[in-house]
């Protein structure tokens, strides 16, 4: 195996066209190890050289490097050439743009390079240049009237890589055909080097983010505070901003774990910055026990998911996502006045939410995974989740995610109960009773070939399964819409999906029993059931 003439001049052409020198450097050296015959470097040039990263409708992510396959200032730079050439096609050239970012590696210069795009080009920009949580620049596109918002950001990715986000104008993450557009429009960009940038001093607008604080402490519906909270923002830049919001609405007795309160890029404590990870949160549960906490809670890096802990018969437990989504969704709807409030879920979330909804004559949709859609469920709007511990609780001021104002709102429900002498399992167990018992997991598959997931995807499309763990089972194709897969059966559903984000195959499981006066044998007997539910769409997926 030996370089090709083509891949050696293309990586040529990309590094007398890269406007860092740090990673024209970078590239460079790849490039002269697979001259000189490393099989493995011309393995890594191939890789970085493979092509653009895809901009989808959660904008680019990737690893950290020189060349076009990676994150990098020359790919950010003509990737705003191209959202910039997409807003004047929309007719708002000359618009107001907010520019936020992270704390992730590269994140800094990303920022600057976007600004000075974007101010060369003709647009008005609010910074955000803190480093500051995903859901305030969220917050910021409605607030403003901005044409738009984007955010550098990798969220919960793996600490090598970063990423591009892009709100639209209505403060909603972009959906087709305009993905497709931006991507056309980066195509079609010219080299990074000719793309005109205008340096302009770096300032954060402390005003937009005070509002969404203000905005945040709005939101408890309750008049107790007492509650002892023990927070994670897991190396990223939530910690602060969580601080000061839960503040503003009266929670003060809330202390960061230490060992994670900075941002630190190198996310040294974790092998996944993601709290829905074996171990993540263990140093939080740690800390939770030993001062005596009412709540743990852990927000991912960018502080858009925000997951709860709880004591469980004496241990620390994290609480599933669909458990927290339930519990949210029932403490907004029971302080509601109006019975035609909406929540929403996705189609990979338990169907608990739909039965309580019905109970407080609420309407309810489920949509195709990403807050993308679940923000778009329809008119009247008060609350939506997702399995993947994103929560929104104030859909009409911020339309994605948002962990600090699903803090703020735990944080009330957890005193309000605390004050009657109840907890959060205490109202999953009344839930349980009235509705069935709802339990959710996961089968994951991390692959590291990429086609892989094609393949497998292929293989339950021509050969479904007609049976799954002794429970007859119809299959649902929800393609073209989206790459889905989906197998009910009675007090059972199965749904498999490529990640929208990471190198992964997963199956979402749900089993659902019904409860005749005895809770714990109901319980006893859906645990069973989904670990022979578990066991068996292992062994079909070969994970």
């Given at each position: 195996?030996?370089?090709?003439?083509?891949?050696?001049?293309?990586?040529?052409?990309?590094?007398?066209?890269?406007?860092?020198?740090?990673?024209?450097?970078?590239?460079?050296?790849?490039?002269?190890?697979?001259?000189?015959?490393?099989?493995?470097?011309?393995?890594?040039?191939?890789?970085?050289?493979?092509?653009?990263?895809?901009?989808?409708?959660?904008?680019?992510?990737?690893?950290?490097?020189?060349?076009?396959?990676?994150?990098?200032?020359?790919?950010?730079?003509?990737?705003?050439?191209?959202?910039?050439?997409?807003?004047?096609?929309?007719?708002?050239?000359?618009?107001?743009?907010?520019?936020?970012?992270?704390?992730?590696?590269?994140?800094?210069?990303?920022?600057?390079?976007?600004?000075?795009?974007?101010?060369?080009?003709?647009?008005?920009?609010?910074?955000?240049?803190?480093?500051?949580?995903?859901?305030?620049?969220?917050?910021?596109?409605?607030?403003?009237?901005?044409?738009?918002?984007?955010?550098?950001?990798?969220?919960?990715?793996?600490?090598?890589?970063?990423?591009?986000?892009?709100?639209?104008?209505?403060?909603?993450?972009?959906?087709?055909?305009?993905?497709?557009?931006?991507?056309?429009?980066?195509?079609?960009?010219?080299?990074?080097?000719?793309?005109?940038?205008?340096?302009?001093?770096?300032?954060?607008?402390?005003?937009?983010?005070d509002a969404y604080f203000a905005r945040a402490a709005t939101l408890p519906r309750g008049?107790?505070?007492?509650?002892?909270?023990?927070?994670?923002?897991?190396?990223?830049?939530?910690?602060?901003?969580?601080?000061?919001?839960?503040?503003?609405?009266?929670?003060?007795?809330?202390?960061?774990?230490?060992?994670?309160?900075?941002?630190?890029?190198?996310?040294?404590?974790?092998?996944?910055?993601?709290?829905?990870?074996?171990?993540?949160?263990?140093?939080?549960?740690?800390?939770?026990?030993?001062?005596?906490?009412?709540?743990?809670?852990?927000?991912?890096?960018?502080?858009?998911?925000?997951?709860?802990?709880?004591?469980?018969?004496?241990?620390?437990?994290?609480?599933?996502?669909?458990?927290?989504?339930?519990?949210?969704?029932?403490?907004?709807?029971?302080?509601?006045?109006?019975?035609?409030?909406?929540?929403?879920?996705?189609?990979?979330?338990?169907?608990?939410?739909?039965?309580?909804?019905?109970?407080?004559?609420?309407?309810?949709?489920?949509?195709?995974?990403?807050?993308?859609?679940?923000?778009?469920?329809?008119?009247?709007?008060?609350?939506?989740?997702?399995?993947?511990?994103?929560?929104?609780?104030?859909?009409?001021y911020v339309r994605d995610k948002d962990g600090i104002s699903a803090a703020v709102v735990?944080?009330?429900?957890?005193?309000?109960?605390?004050?009657?002498?109840?907890?959060?399992?205490d109202v999953l167990d009344e839930l349980a009773v009235a509705h069935g018992v709802h339990?959710?997991?996961?089968?994951?598959?991390?692959?590291?070939?990429?086609?892989?997931?094609?393949?497998?995807?292929?293989?339950?499309?021509?050969?479904?399964?007609?049976?799954?763990?002794?429970?007859?089972?119809?299959?649902?194709?929800?393609?073209?819409?989206?790459?889905?897969?989906?197998?009910?059966?009675?007090?059972?559903?199965?749904?498999?999906?490529?990640?929208?984000?990471?190198?992964?195959?997963?199956?979402?499981?749900?089993?659902?029993?019904?409860?005749?006066?005895?809770?714990?044998?109901?319980?006893?007997?859906?645990?069973?059931?989904?670990?022979?539910?578990?066991?068996?769409?292992?062994?079909?997926?070969?994970?």
């Amino acid at each position: 195996m030996s370089l090709s003439s083509t891949l050696r001049d293309k990586t040529f052409r990309w590094i007398a066209d890269d406007v860092d020198p740090d990673a024209r450097t970078e590239l460079q050296q790849v490039l002269a190890r697979a001259m000189g015959g490393a099989p493995e470097a011309l393995v890594e040039l191939e890789d970085r050289m493979a092509g653009p990263l895809t901009f989808g409708t959660a904008g680019l992510r990737g690893p950290v490097r020189a060349g076009i396959n990676g994150m990098n200032r020359s790919v950010v730079v003509r990737t705003t050439y191209g959202v910039a050439s997409w807003l004047v096609h929309k007719g708002h050239a000359g618009g107001l743009v907010v520019v936020g970012r992270d704390a992730r590696n590269g994140s800094a210069a990303f920022f600057r390079d976007v600004v000075a795009v974007l101010t060369a080009a003709g647009f008005q920009v609010c910074q955000l240049d803190g480093p500051l949580p995903t859901p305030i620049t969220a917050f910021a596109v409605r607030h403003l009237g901005a044409v738009a918002g984007i955010q550098i950001t990798a969220s919960h990715n793996p600490p090598a890589d970063n990423g591009y986000k892009l709100y639209d104008a209505d403060g909603t993450q972009i959906v087709p055909p305009d993905d497709r557009l931006i991507e056309a429009a980066i195509r079609d960009a010219p080299a990074a080097v000719s793309i005109p940038r205008t340096e302009i001093p770096l300032e954060t607008r402390q005003d937009v983010v005070d509002a969404y604080f203000a905005r945040a402490a709005t939101l408890p519906r309750g008049v107790s505070r007492d509650l002892k909270v023990v927070l994670t923002p897991m190396h990223g830049v939530g910690g602060q901003p969580a601080l000061e919001a839960l503040r503003l609405a009266g929670f003060t007795d809330v202390s960061l774990v230490s060992a994670q309160a900075d941002p630190d890029p190198a996310f040294p404590t974790v092998t996944f910055p993601n709290p829905e990870e074996p171990g993540a949160s263990d140093l939080l549960l740690a800390a939770a026990d030993s001062l005596g906490a009412d709540l743990a809670i852990a927000l991912d890096p960018d502080a858009d998911r925000c997951a709860l802990g709880v004591r469980d018969n004496g241990t620390w437990r994290m609480l599933r996502g669909d458990e927290t989504g339930a519990l949210l969704g029932n403490y907004i709807l029971s302080t509601l006045g109006t019975p035609d409030a909406l929540v929403a879920t996705t189609i990979v979330s338990s169907s608990l939410l739909g039965s309580i909804a019905s109970a407080y004559g609420a309407r309810y949709a489920e949509t195709l995974t990403g807050f993308k859609w679940l923000v778009r469920a329809g008119d009247g709007l008060v609350f939506a989740y997702e399995e993947a511990l994103g929560n929104s609780v104030d859909p009409s001021y911020v339309r994605d995610k948002d962990g600090i104002s699903a803090a703020v709102v735990a944080c009330d429900l957890a005193a309000s109960l605390k004050a009657s002498g109840r907890n959060l399992l205490d109202v999953l167990d009344e839930l349980a009773v009235a509705h069935g018992v709802h339990l959710t997991d996961q089968v994951s598959l991390r692959v590291t070939e990429l086609p892989l997931i094609g393949r497998l995807m292929a293989q339950l499309r021509s050969a479904p399964p007609g049976e799954i763990a002794g429970v007859s089972v119809t299959s649902e194709d929800l393609l073209p819409e989206a790459d889905v897969l989906r197998f009910t059966g009675p007090g059972l559903r199965v749904v498999v999906r490529p990640s929208g984000t990471e190198p992964k195959l997963k199956a979402y499981l749900e089993v659902v029993e019904p409860v005749s006066g005895d809770l714990p044998a109901a319980r006893s007997a859906a645990q069973t059931r989904l670990a022979e539910v578990r066991t068996a769409v292992s062994e079909l997926l070969g994970a």
